[in-house]
């Protein structure tokens, strides 16, 4: 026991020997009187050069040393400068074996990094290249050692490292700055003003961080002032990390806010484990401007395939707000009053790897969608289904422009068109890319003035093949369904669309959809059609198909048929109209046909209509391209059309067909198109005539039957007496017929 005893008086009296031992060497060594050394050996070993302008001081308790006024040049230029640095280690933490940083101090940092026009940085030069022989022998001497086996010492996965006992009382860090400028691109980055302030380090336990800092670049032009302010926290194993009571906020302003300044904000709580991948968002909110998103997110796996549990919500805001506050251009919209209230918000679930959006609820201003969705990390599978109540498309449409600045408006495409290059309209590869399964269901859309009630759409896409399974709805007192396909696997797609519509009324959809009124009557229709290509005009040129169309119960609107007929007959009949209340409409009961799609032009052979005492047939073409009708229409005379005495159907016009063409630019109007064609009338009066020329006939044959009745009747008479002549007339009845 007295041995021990004495070994420990002897390790404490060697240690109280040390400490006196550097007591007194602090107190009798002055280490400003080896600066020259110091700077000599730094120039010797690296291309530095160092200046220590300022005083070097040390202290013993607690053991610091504190460095002032110090820079190092390279090349002439300044590299780094600080005015000072303090740091300070408790002396018994060290005895302790438990190492405490007292104090550390960094004020007035400074460095300046720059690359030049061949792409090298300042910083590459610090230290001198070694020569080609020690070069190549220090590559030999490391690919000749041995590879050391892992071991607990080295940190390897068979033993398990002692947790790191570190503690730091006072950390301060100011007015640093750190200039970057590249010759190469000409950008410039700067830090400055940066400061950090944190006290009572301690792993496994909360201490508060303040950060301050300023970003300046050039190119483009941009700055922000940043302040952070929070309490962090990480265990002794480094392997759990938390944040709590987040305060940041960021002024940003610069080219990309238009001079403006905007304001980002962070704040919340945060933590993650990366020994058992899990990582927690509490109350995290995140803002700019007059964005707000809130979050409360769990998160288990940080590799490919995470479990994601949670809500997210941005509060509602106006997009035309926001623009404005970034400095952007404003949106302008029909309806100035849209884009005011957007808001959004869903919880989060699903399997590891397959994230899934449920509670889904999306607001643009008087319309709510409402759904699911979820998308699958190993294909990039998206499903949705989004339900929603009412849109009215029209009132986000730019505003129209009256007069000569409409015209104008209209104009520029045209010619822009004329003289640009035409562009894609699919992006094949990315299109190929998507895996896509998605409903969508709406109450009511309003659209180019059209409404749709109760649509529900159904899209897949999987390999470049993209289908609409479903498109329907209802649609001015009818209803339509519609499926579409696009085949994208070749970098020809092919398109197909099949259509049938039902009843709608063509009157109100029309007058809503274009302003025409030309037409009204319940259409019928059944679409059939294809087309290839990944441009407007060669989808129009290669387009394909039939469309066959029945109107029921219908009339033709300021355009008056009867007229353009009681024309042809008053001229048969050697007479003038006298009626002048003719109206602006035809009425009909069935109008059907069918068009031929060749390209941008539709045939139709076989239109007919039944109209009061006239019959309807006709043909032409339709040229969408050239926004052309022409049409060639017979109105075939098959009763009494009208009360105007010229207009009486005598037996010359009986089946005789009335010829009426349609011609011209369709946009103008209907009462411009159709007239009384006079050319074809001729052909007309050849059926006129020959109508007159057997009625002609038939009347002389009547008359030479009768004459030679009485002949024969006269002359039996004769032979048989007074009073045979009720016998005789009635043996000669159906001889003559």
Not at 218 to 235: C, K, Y
Not at 321 to 337: C, F, H, K, M, S
Request: aromatic share 6%; with cysteine; net charge negative.
């Amino acid at each position: 026991m007295k041995a021990i005893r004495y070994v420990l008086i002897a390790i404490v009296a060697l240690v109280v020997l040390a400490i006196a031992a550097i007591a007194i060497a602090m107190a009798v060594i002055n280490p400003n009187d080896y600066k020259p050394q110091i700077e000599k050996v730094v120039e010797e070993k690296t291309n530095l050069d160092l200046i220590l302008e300022g005083d070097i001081g040390w202290s013993f308790i607690p053991l610091g040393l504190e460095l002032n006024d110090v820079e190092a040049t390279l090349d002439g230029e300044r590299l780094i400068a600080l005015k000072q640095l303090v740091a300070q280690v408790d002396f018994w933490s060290l005895i302790a074996m438990s190492p405490q940083v007292s104090t550390f101090v960094l004020d007035g940092l400074d460095a300046r990094l720059t690359v030049d026009e061949q792409g090298e940085g300042n910083w590459t030069r610090i230290m001198p290249e070694p020569a080609d022989g020690v070069a190549q022998k220090d590559k030999q001497d490391v690919a000749s050692e041995p590879e050391q086996p892992a071991t607990a010492e080295t940190g390897g996965e068979q033993g398990s490292s002692e947790p790191l006992n570190f503690n730091v009382e006072n950390v301060q860090i100011s007015n640093a700055q750190v200039h970057y400028s590249d010759l190469q691109t000409g950008q410039t980055v700067t830090l400055e003003d940066f400061t950090v302030n944190a006290s009572n380090i301690t792993l496994g336990s909360e201490f508060p961080l303040e950060v301050g800092f300023r970003v300046e670049t050039t190119q483009p032009q941009f700055s922000v002032d940043g302040s952070i302010q929070a309490r962090l926290a990480a265990n002794e194993a480094l392997n759990d990390f938390a944040v709590s009571g987040l305060d940041a906020e960021f002024k940003m302003n610069g080219e990309a806010f238009a001079g403006k300044s905007v304001t980002a904000k962070l704040g919340g709580s945060a933590n993650a484990n990366l020994e058992n991948e899990t990582a927690t968002l509490s109350d995290f909110t995140a803002s700019l401007a007059n964005l707000t998103l809130t979050t409360n997110l769990d998160v288990k796996g940080f590799g490919d395939k995470p479990a994601v549990q949670g809500k997210i919500a941005i509060a509602e805001f106006s997009l035309k707000d926001l623009l404005d506050n970034l400095g952007q251009p404003v949106v302008e919209t029909t309806d100035a009053e849209v884009l005011q209230a957007i808001a959004f918000s869903t919880s989060i679930g699903g399997a590891a790897g397959k994230p899934a959006l449920s509670d889904l609820v999306i607001k643009l201003d008087d319309t709510t969608f409402e759904g699911s969705g979820s998308y699958n990390l190993d294909n990039g599978g998206i499903v949705f289904d989004l339900q929603g109540d009412k849109l009215d498309a029209d009132r986000y449409l730019p505003p129209k422009v009256e007069g000569d600045s409409a015209k104008a408006t209209s104009d520029a495409p045209a010619q822009t068109a004329s003289t640009s290059p035409e562009g894609d309209l699919l992006p094949l590869e990315t299109l190929r890319s998507l895996l896509l399964d998605i409903d969508l269901g709406l109450g009511e859309l309003v659209v180019s003035n059209l409404t749709i009630n109760e649509i529900k759409a159904s899209t897949t896409a999987s390999n470049g093949l993209l289908k609409m399974d479903e498109f329907s709805g209802k649609l001015y007192e009818g209803s339509f369904g519609a499926n579409a396909t696009i085949d994208a696997r070749s970098d020809t797609p092919k398109w197909s669309i099949n259509s049938d519509v039902s009843n709608v009324q063509t009157l109100p959809m029309l007058a809503d959809v274009a302003e025409v009124t030309m037409l009204s009557g319940g259409a019928n229709l059944k679409i059939n059609a294809t087309t290839s290509g990944n441009r407007i005009s060669v989808l129009r040129d290669k387009a394909d198909g039939q469309i066959s169309f029945n109107l029921a119960e219908g009339e033709f609107r300021n355009m008056n048929l009867t007229r353009m007929a009681c024309q042809g007959i008053a001229l048969v009949n050697q007479d003038q109209l006298t009626t002048d209340d003719w109206g602006d409409t035809t009425p009909f009961n069935d109008m059907r046909g069918t068009l031929e799609i060749n390209g941008n032009t539709f045939d139709n052979t076989d239109l007919v209509a039944s109209l009061a005492g006239m019959k309807l047939e006709g043909k032409g073409t339709v040229d969408l391209k050239q926004s052309l009708v022409d049409y060639k229409l017979g109105l075939r005379i098959v009763g009494e059309i009208h009360r105007d005495n010229a207009c009486r159907v005598t037996e010359y016009v009986e089946d005789v067909v009335i010829p009426v063409e349609c011609r011209g630019d369709f946009s103008a109007g209907a009462a411009s198109l159709c007239s009384f064609d006079g050319s074809r009338f001729r052909d007309a009066l050849k059926d006129i005539a020959a109508n007159a020329a057997r009625k002609k006939a038939n009347e002389e044959v009547d008359k030479a039957k009768d004459k030679a009745e009485q002949k024969a009747r006269e002359k039996l008479e004769e032979k048989l007496g007074e009073g045979a002549g009720d016998k005789v007339k009635d043996a000669l009845k159906g001889l003559f017929k």
